[in-house]
């Protein structure tokens, strides 16, 4: 059966850039307060952005903070030629390989490590049936689990992608903007990071499938 | 235009995202619509990446919002943009 393409809720779009600008003009203006409605959307990718890079929930979170500030002080040097949550992804990018770099603890999968041109095997998993997991069997907080294990298993730059154009449902020129890659960079990573996940996932996601009469395995 | 299994796994992000061209989109549903594993691996590759896009799959820790506002607060009353 043929579906239609994944539909995404978020949107980017439909954040309002004309008042997103409006938002600015008068944060500059003097109403400085408004600067927490601008920033809350952005928290959250924000945060997961520096999650994946830093592997640690009290340095993203501080770093999110220090992110939040800097585009605060900066925000008469945005031009406007992106969405604000695009330039603000970029600073979030610059202070948290800044903060690895003060910490001196890169990670296995640093940066340097990962390249588009490196070979891997993205072949997915073979499967010859696939019973769908609903989103309810997320009640579920192994299922969580699971899949927070699988992200933080993949190379950085495939991690990175994943946070921002599937889970904060970022467009591909969003994403590109603000990991600073190109497109077609994006949509490689994006390919490949999605394979790499349902070849983990596959064989540990039928366990959370509804129960089928006659199929082990199988439970609610 | 045949298209193998292969041809249709390196095109399964893209067309999960409609972004395949009409011609090729064609032949991966021609394909699709006899091959099994192909269907699985997308079925579940579509189902993964519907997944792992739930808030609930990544929260923010208790409390994040209100320490970041808190610490914007003292900025805001430091200094201008």
Known sequence: MVEPPVERSGGSKARGVASEAETIRRILAGERRLFHDLIRPCERPIYLLLLSLLKNEAEAEDVTQETAIKAYLNLRNFRGDSQFRTWVLSIARNEGLGRLRKLATRREDSLEADTDQQTGDYTPAILTSWREVPLEALERKELGAILRKAIAGLPEIYRNVVLLRDIEEMDIKETAAALDITEGAVKVRLHRARALLQRALAPQLGAFAPKRKGWFGGRA | ?81
Do not use: K
Request: aromatic letters at 4%.
């Open chain 2, 1 to 81: 235009m045949r298209i193998d299994c292969q041809h249709v796994w390196s095109h399964i992000s893209a067309y999960i995202d409609g972004e395949v061209e009409a011609d090729l989109r064609a032949e991966i549903d021609r394909h699709l619509e006899t091959c099994e594993i192909c269907s699985a691996v997308l079925d579940s590759t579509r189902n993964v990446v519907v997944l792992v896009a739930d808030d609930r799959v990544f929260e923010l820790p208790a409390g994040f919002g209100q320490r970041l506002h808190e610490r914007l607060d003292r900025e805001l009353e430091l200094a201008g943009p």
